[in-house]
Every structure is written in C-alpha cells, then in structure tokens.
C-alpha cells in the first residue's frame, strides 16, 4: 500500500516541508511548535532516537515506513537539543512556547495595569524569551553567558521603561476620556515588546556584526565569513520578532473590546478573564508559526551584494547563510 503523498522519502536532518514556499516554511513551524511533543514520554523518545540511529547507520527492521521516521525525527528535534544531545528543559522547548508564554501574554493585556504590575509581566516576558533564546541556541561555539545577560537586561530595561512610559504619558493626557485612556493603554505592551525584541537580537548577536557571518555555496562549502550577510540575518531575525507580538497584543485588546461589551459578558464579568486567555491562546499559535516562516532559515544572497573577497572566492551567484531563529 501506497504511503500518502504529504510523507515525502525520509531525508535524515533535513524538513520535511519544502522551505523555497511560504507554506512550506509555515508547516515546518508548525511541526517544530507543536504542544503535543510536551507530553512525549521517556520510553517513546528513546524509541524514537533509536529508530533515527538505525537509519544512519543502514540497519533499519523491515517495514518502517516515512511517515514513522518523520514522526520520530519531530520528537527528536522538539526535546533534544542538536548541539549538545541534552533534553531541553520543557517551558523553554520551542514546542513549549505558546502553552508557557499564553499566561503572560494574558498578564501583559490586563486592564488597569499599576507600576508594579507593568513591571513585572514586563519583566517575566522578556525572562521567558532569554530562557527560550538561550536554551534553543547554537551551541557549537562556545559563547560567553556575559553576552546573554547584557542582552536579557537590555530588553528588560528598554521593555519596561517604554512601558512605564507610555503608560504615564496616557495617565498625563487630560484630553483622552477614561474609555479611551484605558483602550489606549491595552495597545502600550506592543511597541515595549517589540522595542525589546529589536533590543535583545541586537544585544546578543553583535558579535555577528563585528566577525561576520559563514556564507556556503551550492555544495554547502563555506565561502567566507560575511558582515554583509550577518547584517542581512539580523534585519530579517529582527522584522521577525516585530510581526511576533503585533498579533497576540493587538489582535486581543480589539477583540476583548468588542466581546466586553456585548450582554454574554456584561452579565458574567467572571467569564472575561477566561475568555481573555482563550483569546491570547488563539492569537499566540496563529502568530509564532507565521512570524518565523516569513524568512527562510537559510536565506539566499547575490555574491554581488557581498564583500569583494568572498565575490571572487566563489564562482556561485548566490550563496547561502543561516538568519537563525
């Protein structure tokens, strides 16, 4: 019997969506992002690296199929990390992204926020991302953890402090009407959170800048190390962590403004609340995979665009270079 045409032959590391189509690269992300890897156990997971072992080295038991192999690979990629082969821990597992980091965007969209409120879901957001960012890195060359804390504190400050600020400027404005004060101040977590986003891809990848990055040719061979390029990756990694939030922090406050008023919850004001976290949660798992698959992960680049040297290290006319997540 014939597998189904959405199961393509098993290729060992590689997607198993093609990533050249935005819809490709949507459900790739799908897959990585998916909440159901959270409850693979123990046993399953060894079954699973197991199987993956067997195939490289050519000793697979008859009648496996692509779909199992895929399945297992999924599982392997979601709790094991690829640099260091050690499980990530769960609320920092990409696949753990939306489930841990609903209760905080739901924290950040609150109505009649106080100073300290405003700091603290500001402050546990921008946590949560640097545990994410730090557990999902590429840790094939060691890197400082003093880059990572100046990158944490960064996006903490410049978070909460655009937040804070914001939020005493629409206290201040005597023209607004309270309505209207309170409605502008459900959007004020989105231009913090995307300002520290921006902040954090800066602070902690600087490094990029100043050594460049690797740039392969066709055949995967590495043609040189590319500021130009390591400035592209940094442009589209930082656009990226713009359009993240714009969705899960817009879209509720005009959405929450509307159900509010309607008689459903004017009688049960206790149902806002759950209603409010259903809506995030919604938000938060359309958003995720759109915004990582609006860039490949491997981008392309003219060599024409790039330092002279590596233009006539290479005949290819483009070359690639991983933007990194």
């Given amino acids: ?13 590689k997607p198993r969506f ?3 189509s935005f819809y490709g690269r949507f459900r790739h992300f799908l897959d990585i992002v998916d909440p159901r890897t959270l409850f693979v156990t123990e046993s399953r997971l060894k079954e699973a690296v197991q199987l993956l072992e067997d195939y490289k080295h050519g000793t697979l038991p008859p009648g496996v199929t692509n779909k199992e192999l895929w399945g297992a690979q999924k599982i392997k990629q979601a709790i094991i ?3 260091t082969n050690e499980k990530i821990f769960m609320p920092f597992r990409m696949s753990g992204y939306i489930p841990f980091g609903t209760p905080i965007v739901v924290g950040l969209l609150l109505p009649n926020q106080t100073l300290v409120s405003t700091v603290f879901w500001q402050w546990l957001n921008q946590s949560h ?8 890195r590429n840790a094939t060359k ?7 804390i100046q990158g944490y504190l960064g996006a903490v400050i410049s978070a ?3 937040a804070v600020g914001l939020n005493v400027l629409v206290q201040r404005a005597n023209k607004f009407t309270p309505a209207t004060r309170l409605l502008i101040q459900r959007f004020v977590p989105f231009p913090a959170v995307a300002s520290a986003n921006i902040c954090n891809v800066v602070l902690m990848r600087h490094t990029e800048l100043e050594e460049g990055i690797d740039v392969l040719d066709s055949n995967g061979n590495i043609v040189g190390s590319s500021r130009i390029a390591a400035k592209h990756a940094l442009i589209e990694t930082a656009l990226t962590r713009v359009v993240l939030p714009m969705p899960i922090l817009v879209l509720p406050p005009i959405i929450m403004s509307i159900l509010e008023k309607t008689s459903l919850l004017r009688a049960r004001p206790r149902m806002v609340l759950p209603v409010q976290g ?4 919604a938000a938060f798992g359309l958003a995720l995979p759109l915004a990582i698959s609006l860039f490949p992960q491997m981008s392309e680049i003219e060599t024409s665009r790039l330092e002279p040297e590596i233009a006539m290290a290479t005949t290819s006319k ?8």
């Fill in 129 to 136: 991302n640097a545990c994410v960012n730090y557990a999902n």
């Fill in 18 to 20: 093609q990533q050249t």
């Fill in 318 to 325: 483009t070359v690639v270079y991983n933007k990194g997540l």
């Fill in 1 to 13: 019997m014939a597998e189904p045409a959405e199961y393509p032959p098993f290729q060992l590391g």
């Fill in 142 to 148: 060691p890197s400082p953890t003093s880059k990572f």
């Fill in 81 to 83: 990390h690829p640099d």
């Fill in 278 to 281: 259903f809506v995030c949660l």
């Fill in 160 to 162: 909460v402090s655009i």
